[in-house]
């Protein structure tokens, strides 16, 4: 295949980007885009200076973390501030219906065009006044009556409109809280600047007069409640109080003091009692024993319960001083001195005393012993008869004790009330607010939105990068190929030349006729199909091949143009021959302007006219025409005899150069029976015509004949937009030399 291919192959190509082609696909389509963005963008500026410019205000309101409580009753009703989902709750509350609502009824807001679109006053149609004026008529109101409008529901409208307020209200409202800190910002956009941030600053405004009245309602249902339970509480401290005091005049006691003096010391009298009269007969016992076991002098001054009795130690102090007396006297007199005798009577004597006084005081502690039991016993007894009449007052003082608690607990609990009452009474006007401004929102100078230059540029960005996107989408979803580059990219092969089309009005709806390569007006056509003579001369070396057979896929891709076009360039050059090989639609004659009835190829074949007769030369130049001639019923029969060969053969002799017009590949199977003669076809490809398809199964028809092909033309490609190199620039180089 005598096609040109590019340096990388096609595998290198499937996977690389040609960012070139892209360039270039941009640069041939720049006006295109450029109207569509210029629309676009046109239109943006349109929109956006019919866009109503709204402005933002901001106020910024800092939510208390703590409260001031100098009422009380907070305690109760109060929320909990350290709670991690407090300042939530404020931010919703912020969004809240009821703030909202507070809002716009202070300010009126359903009032204003803005929110209620149902002020804005619209002009009625011409139809609609005509209609009203037809159905006002007198003579046409009458057959109307049932078709007036029913009465309608103003509560209805009233609640719709209203709801539409709020929701016009709310879609303008941002509440923004600033992170790890307690601020909120309060924003609100609207028509009116001055509005913005008046709203702005209602809504921080109702929100803590909504929390304070929150407060309040609570405070006075609190209040309500602790004065409905302080009459409650009041009345059963005073029956309480009632109970008690019965009570005690019942029993006639003052109060549980003398139950418990009483009680107290009489017990405590008899026990102390008791416990002495045990001591005084555990005494006497103790010295009744002792004197009834041991009843000499001797033996009870051991006993210190006798020893210490003063009768006893007088004695004992006589005694001793008598037997001290004898003692000494014995020293100096005999037994029968007077003074001895004396001493010892006195000794005996003061011993007889102390025998009576033994006896009489055995006598006296036995007596005292039998007193000291009678006493133990008589108290004893008392104190069992004090125990049960204690254990009956023990009854009583514990129905005191119950009737006393009762009215303690009572008082005390009515005394809380009563002061929370009277704190609450003294205190109920003070008001302490959960947040305050930190920044009141301020008159804002410039609109919010529109930002008209954004808007613009964003439009012209836009509407660029789409039209860019639909040029490359349009070029990959276009099957068919139109230009050379556009031929490169798609088949992976460079053609062996384009031809451009020709805008003449001349040729608008009539062929390219042979004078086309005459006139200097198409240089730029002529230089683009001496390039293609200049390539197949590469390709087809003179001394090789002498014929040239050209042919399309499709009928109407210009292979007739290209046939007279490449004849007429190479015959600058030496001798050409053209030979109309379509023997079903001729057009090489009346493109030179021969006549229907001059004999050409088929007169020749089967008629054996002179061959000098079929060809006609064209004057002043190295071309002749062999034309069709008449038409022929058999023409694949006609072109595929040995008498065509030896015609061919023969020419060959004659001319440098033979190129031959053949029928279309696909319709027929013509093209291929020269092509074996000629051993290879030029292709003609219309631009923006053939197919990516087509030319496949094109090719594949090539392959399949084993025919060679010596070349694709590109025919009919639109020129370059200006700002790229034209043919015609081009052609002013190349022919300037000869000028010069």
Known sequence: MMLETPKKNTIQQDQLIDFGYYVHLIKKRWLSISLFTLLCSTI??????????????????????SQQNAISIEEVVGIDTRAKEYYLTQFEILKSNQVAQRVIDKLQLSEVAE???????????????LKSELLAHPLVAPYFINDQEPERDLASEQKKINLGVLKAFKSRLTISPIRKTQLVHISFVSEDPKLAAEIANAVGLAFIENNLESKLIATEQATGWINHRLTELKQKLDASEQALLSFLQQQELIDDSGIVALTSSELSNLTNRIAEATERRIEAQALFNALQSNKNL??????????????????RLAESRAEKEVSELSKRYGPKHDKMIQAHAQLESIQNRANRLIHKLINGVEKELASAREQEQLLQAELVNKKEEFQALSVVKSEYDSLKREVDSNAKLYDLFLTRQKETSATGDFSSANARFSDYALIPENPNKPNRKLIVVLAFLASLSFAIVAVICLDAF????????????????????????ITDKRYKKTPIDSNVFRDSKFSGFQECVDSIRT?????????????????SAVPGEGKTTTVISLAQSFARLEKVLI?????????????????????GLTNALLMNTPLQDCITNMEDSNLDVLSSGMLAPNPQELLSSKAFEKLITYLETKYDRIILDTPPILPVKDAFIVGKSTKGILLVVKANSTTKSVYKHTMTLFTKHEITIDGVVLNQVSPPKKG???????????????KG
Request: proline share 8%; glycine share 4%; with cysteine.
């Open 115 to 129: 929110f209620n679109p149902r002020l804005i006053v619209t002009q009625p149609s011409p139809i609609e006044k």
């Open 478 to 501: 276009n099957n068919t190929l139109s230009t050379a580059r556009d031929f490169e990219n798609k088949l992976g092969l460079l053609p062996t030349g384009t031809i451009p089309i």
């Open 298 to 315: 001797t033996s009870l001054g051991s006993n210190s319960l006798i020893s210490n009795h003063p009768q006893i130690r007088d004695i």
């Open 535 to 551: 390539s197949l001369y590469l390709s087809l070396p003179r001394a090789q091949r002498k014929l040239l057979a050209i042919s």
């Open 44 to 65: 943006a500026v349109l929109v956006a200076l019919s866009i109503t410019p709204t402005y933002k205000a901001t106020a910024t309101l800092l939510i208390e973390s």
């Open 724 to 738: 790229a190199h034209t043919y015609s620039e081009y052609s002013q180089y190349a022919y300037g030399n000869q």
């Open 579 to 599: 030979i109309d090989c379509d023997l079903r639609r001729p057009s090489i004659g009346e493109r030179f302007g021969l006549s229907n009835s001059q004999p």
